[in-house]
């Protein structure tokens, strides 16, 4: 960082060092078991949709904060969701979407999660110096720890750096937690879902990007999709799935 930006941003920070962690005062939920596992339950891959039937539009803001709720790697965020209505768009990269054939036509909603390319979650960058400083509102010393933490991480933990795809792939990994909220929370409001990794990958962000210019290819690639409705089909069977035994590992 430039010595002018880094005294200017120390300023800021050096004010706001008393602000470092605030008291959130948030009750313990004491929600009903059975509610959870319901909802766990009700919640499957839907295949066909009821076209006419609508998500509200408060439901869809209950569903899109659960995703800005999500928690991410360092709390960088880096992804970003198109909630694609527009019935043009969705026709458009039908042909390379086998995996949301149905929903494209018929689903209430469809959302494409993007994740952030190299250039953006590489520490100074433009991207990161906004959550850094606008959003998380770090004072310095606690930015040059957080520096110091990401570089290790980067370069010798988990080498999200190290290419291209590594680095694409560490986003798209965050965009999966915030896609596993938004199926959670479309569960709790009665609200079917299906997420999509049935695409490919190259055509579809040809497409967005290029075609319809939704976002900017250089910072942003496509991750998964979700698609979003009311079934309109009687699931065809009950949950399948391991038993814990043969799924987890206590010691
Ligand atoms: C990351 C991911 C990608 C998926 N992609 C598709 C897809 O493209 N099309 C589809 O119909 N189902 C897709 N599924 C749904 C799975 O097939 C389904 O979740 C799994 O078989 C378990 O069934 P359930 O979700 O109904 O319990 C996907 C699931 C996940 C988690």
């Given at each position: 960082m430039k010595s002018s930006e880094h005294d200017k941003r120390k300023g800021t920070r050096d004010m706001n060092e008393k602000a470092i962690i605030e008291t959130v005062k948030v009750a313990q939920p004491k929600l009903r078991r059975e509610d959870l596992l319901h909802v766990l339950k009700y919640r499957y891959a839907t295949?066909?949709?009821?076209?006419?039937k609508k998500i509200s539009d408060e439901d869809m803001q209950t569903i899109l904060e659960a995703a800005r709720l999500a928690p991410t790697s360092f709390g960088f965020e880096p992804w970003k969701i198109i909630v694609l209505q527009d019935p043009e768009i969705r026709q458009a990269i039908r042909p390379y979407a086998w995996g949301a054939d149905a929903a494209l036509q018929d689903a209430s909603h469809f959302l494409v999660f993007l994740a952030r390319k190299k250039a953006d979650i590489t520490f100074g960058s433009p991207y990161l110096e906004h959550i850094t400083h606008?959003?998380?509102?770090?004072?310095e010393q606690a930015y040059n720890m957080f520096e110091k933490a990401y570089t290790g991480f980067c370069?010798?933990?988990?080498?999200?750096?190290?290419?291209d795809r590594a680095a694409f792939d560490w986003s798209a990994k965050q965009a999966y937690i915030v896609m596993a909220n938004v199926l959670f929370a479309a569960a709790y409001l009665g609200i079917d879902s299906c997420p999509v990794e049935g695409f490919t990958k190259d055509k579809i962000e040809t497409v967005l990007?290029?075609?319809?210019?939704?976002?900017?290819s250089e910072h942003f690639g496509v991750a998964c999709m979700t698609a979003l409705g009311y079934r309109?089909?009687?699931?065809?069977r009950d949950k399948r799935r391991r038993p814990l035994e043969e799924s987890i590992i206590w010691k």
């Open positions: 295949k066909a949709w009821d076209r006419d606008d959003i998380m509102e770090l004072p370069r010798d933990q988990h080498k999200i750096l190290e290419s990007a290029n075609t319809y210019h939704l976002y900017d309109g089909e009687v699931p065809h």
